[in-house]
C-alpha cells in the first residue's frame, strides 16, 4: 500500500513538473504568436501591395528580376554568422559576470559582422565593375542589371551589423519588441515602393526599399535593446573595429550556426537561380508570387518558435533542460498550427497570387499544396530545432543542414525540370525532412 501511495504520489508529481516545464515555453511562444498574429494581417497587406505596385510598374519579367536581385544577397552565408547563438547563450547567465560577458559578446559579434558586412559589399561591387551579374543572372535584357545588384549588396551589407539589435532582443525574451518593429519596416518598405511608382522610378528604387527600411529597423531594435540593457549599443557597434574595444570568444556556438544559417541559404535562396535557368519567366514568377504568400506564414512559426531558443537555454543552465515530453508536445502544437495555415495557403493561395500578377501569370494549386507541405515540416521542426542550440547540438545540425542543402539542389534542379516551379519547393521538403526534422527527432528522444 506504501508503494502504491508513493507511486501515485510520483506520478502526479511528475506530470505537475512537465506541465509547470511546459508553462515557460507555452507563455514565451503565446506572447511572440499573438504579436505575429495581429502584425501579419500588416506585413501580408503590404507585401501583396508591394508586389501588385512592382507588376504595375515593371511588369510580370520586371517583378521577377525585383524577385531575384532582393534575394540573390540571402545567398551568401553571413546573414547573423551564427552570432545570434553566442548572444543567447551570454544572455542566459543572470550574474554580472554574465552581463560584462554579454557586453563583450555583443561588440565580438559586432565586430565579426561589420567586416562581414564589408566582405558583401565587395561581392556585389566587384562582379558589377566587371560586368559578371546580367550574364550570371541570364537577365542580359533588364537595364541597370549591374548597378541595381550592387546597390542591393550595399545595403544589405551596412544592415548586417545593425540586425544585431535584433538577436539581443531575442536573448532578453523580447522576440514580441522585435516583431513590432520589422511590422513599422513592412510598412516603410511599402511606403518606398508607393512613392518609387509615383515617381516611375526604375527598379534600381524598387529594390532598394526593402532593404533601406531593414537597416532603419534593425537600428530601432539596435536603440530599444541597448535601452533595456542601459548599454550604448549603438556606440559599440560603430566603435566595434577599435583595438581597445574587449571581445570574447563565441565560434565554439556562432560557427556551427553560421554553418546552419548558410546551408539553408544555400538550400533555400537557389530555388529562383534553377528557376531562372531551367525555366521561363512565367514559372519564376509564379513561384515568386507563390514565396510572398509562403515567406509571412513561414515567418509565424518562427516567430512563435523563436523564443523557445532562450527559454531552453536558460533551463539547461538551472534545470538541466526540458524533458522529452515536452518537446514532443510542443512538436505536435506547431505541426498543427503549421497545417492549419498551410491549408489556408492552399485554399487561398492560388486566387490571391494570381491576382497580385494581374492573372498574366497562374499560380496553381500543386504549387501552393507544396508551399503548405514546406511550412508543415518547418513548423514540426522548430521546437526541437531550438531545443538543439547548445555547442554539441549546434554541430550536429549543422553538419546535417550541409548534407540537406546539397541534397535540397540536386533534387532542385530535377524536379524543377519536370514540374516546373513546384518542384524546387517539393526538393526542400524531401530534403528538410529527411536530413533535418527526423535525425534531429532521432536524437532527441534518444537523449531522454
Not at 518593429?181 to 511608382?197: A, D, N
Not at 514568377?285 to 514565396?291: E, I, L, N, V
Not at 513548423?379 to 554539441?392: E, F
Amino acid at each position: 500500500m506504501v508503494g502504491r501511495v508513493v507511486s501515485v504520489h510520483g506520478l502526479t508529481g511528475s506530470r505537475r513538473t512537465s506541465r509547470a516545464t511546459l508553462t515557460p515555453h507555452l507563455r514565451a511562444a503565446g506572447r511572440s504568436l499573438g504579436v505575429k498574429a495581429v502584425s501579419l494581417p500588416i506585413t501580408a497587406v503590404s507585401a501583396l501591395l508591394g508586389t501588385r505596385i512592382v507588376v504595375d510598374n515593371l511588369g510580370p519579367s520586371g517583378f521577377a528580376f525585383f524577385a531575384l536581385v532582393t534575394t540573390l544577397p540571402t545567398l551568401l552565408p553571413l546573414n547573423d554568422l551564427g552570432t545570434g547563438a553566442a548572444i543567447v547563450g551570454a544572455a542566459s547567465q543572470e550574474s554580472d559576470v554574465g552581463n560584462q560577458d554579454l557586453r563583450r559578446t555583443i561588440t565580438a559579434s559586432a565586430r565579426v559582422l561589420t567586416c562581414m558586412g564589408c566582405v558583401g559589399v565587395l561581392v556585389g561591387i566587384v562582379p558589377a565593375l566587371m560586368g559578371v551579374w546580367g550574364t550570371l543572372l541570364n537577365s542580359e535584357t533588364q537595364r541597370s542589371v549591374e548597378i541595381s545588384v550592387a546597390v542591393a549588396f550595399v545595403l544589405f551589407g551596412c544592415s548586417l551589423p545593425l540586425n544585431l539589435g535584433n538577436s539581443v532582443l531575442i536573448a532578453l525574451n523580447r522576440n514580441h519588441i522585435s516583431l513590432l518593429i520589422q511590422t513599422v519596416g513592412s510598412l516603410l518598405t511599402l511606403g518606398f515602393i508607393l512613392l518609387s511608382g509615383a515617381v516611375h522610378a526604375p527598379s534600381m528604387v524598387f529594390i532598394a526599399s526593402g532593404f533601406v527600411s531593414q537597416c532603419l529597423a534593425g537600428a530601432a531594435c539596435l536603440l530599444w535593446a541597448g535601452r533595456i540593457l542601459g548599454l550604448p549599443l549603438i556606440g559599440l557597434v560603430l566603435g566595434c573595429l577599435g583595438p581597445r574595444r574587449a571581445v570574447t570568444r563565441i565560434w565554439h556556438l556562432a560557427g556551427p550556426m553560421a554553418a546552419i544559417n548558410a546551408a539553408l541559404a544555400v538550400a533555400f535562396s537557389t530555388d529562383r537561380l534553377v528557376l531562372i535557368h531551367v525555366a521561363d519567366p512565367a514559372a519564376m514568377a509564379a513561384y515568386s508570387a507563390g514565396s510572398r504568400l509562403f515567406t509571412p506564414a513561414l515567418a509565424l512559426a518562427s516567430a512563435t518558435g523563436l523564443p523557445l531558443w532562450t527559454v531552453f537555454a536558460r533551463q539547461r543552465d538551472t534545470s538541466g533542460g526540458p524533458h522529452a515530453r515536452d518537446v514532443a508536445r510542443l512538436t505536435v502544437y506547431f505541426a498543427i498550427g503549421g497545417a492549419v495555415i498551410g491549408g489556408g495557403l492552399i485554399l487561398f493561395g492560388p486566387a490571391v497570387a494570381s491576382w497580385m500578377l494581374h492573372g498574366q501569370v497562374a499560380v496553381g494549386t500543386g504549387l501552393m499544396a507544396a508551399f503548405a507541405a514546406l511550412l508543415l515540416v518547418q513548423s514540426a521542426a522548430y521546437p526541437i530545432s531550438m531545443l538543439l542550440t547548445d555547442a554539441a547540438g549546434l554541430k550536429f545540425q549543422a553538419k546535417r543542414a550541409c548534407v540537406m542543402a546539397v541534397l535540397n539542389l540536386v533534387l532542385s534542379i530535377v524536379l524543377a525540370r519536370h514540374l516546373g516551379p513546384s518542384g524546387p519547393v517539393i526538393g526542400s521538403v524531401i530534403a528538410v525532412t529527411t536530413c533535418l526534422f527526423l535525425p534531429n527527432v532521432r536524437r532527441v528522444m534518444s537523449h531522454a
